[in-house]
């Protein structure tokens, strides 16, 4: 690890506890783009593992920081819902969010997994293992070097895309329109 992130990891920790528990903010991009997030869900975990952030860009909202409080709430559906979205960020548009499956509550949720499970089970992810692998390095393999790129573009869509096709039977050439 280069010193400049041995540095900017230190004066995370130094901010993460010297910030009152009243005041911490996790969801701050520059910290994850700096991979310096660690030491405030560190905090929380310890001592305040449901914490509420009163005001920050993205108005008030919840972190759960323990695998067990996670879980509590994953799981019951009564209480607590993915839908609309499960971003922090607020959906924009005139039609709202586009409608995710792994944003839907059940019913709708176990409607939809009914229908891919077949596609999507163990066995099954087996025998395609092969052709996901081979994709998958034909996809790095082929990306620029020493220039940015969009890696969702290049890497997640491209590849999701290639395997949802083949899973629903649909030609390559229209893996993109998946998305939509």
Do not use: C
Request: charged share 25%; net charge negative; glycine share 4%.
């Amino acid at each position: 690890m280069a010193d400049g992130n041995l540095l900017s990891r230190e004066a995370a920790r130094e901010q993460a506890y010297a910030t009152p528990l009243e005041l911490l903010n996790p969801a701050q991009p520059a910290l994850f783009q700096a991979d310096a997030m660690w030491p405030i869900f560190e905090r929380l975990r310890a001592e305040d593992p449901v914490h509420f952030t009163a005001e920050s860009e993205y108005g008030p909202y919840w972190s759960i920081t323990k695998y067990n409080d996670i879980m509590a709430v994953d799981t019951n559906h009564q209480v607590f819902s993915s839908e609309p979205a499960i971003t922090i960020a607020e959906q924009t548009g005139d039609e709202g969010p586009l409608p995710m499956f792994i944003a839907m509550d059940p019913p709708k949720h176990d409607i939809q997994r009914k229908t891919v499970s077949p596609a999507v089970s163990p066995h099954n992810l087996q025998i395609l293992a092969p052709l996901i692998r081979e994709r998958a390095g034909k996809i790095l393999d082929g990306l620029p070097i020493g220039e940015e790129f969009d890696w969702v573009d290049k890497v997640s869509k491209e590849l999701t895309g290639m395997t949802l096709a083949t899973l629903f039977g649909m030609p390559q050439e229209d893996r993109r329109q998946l998305i939509y």
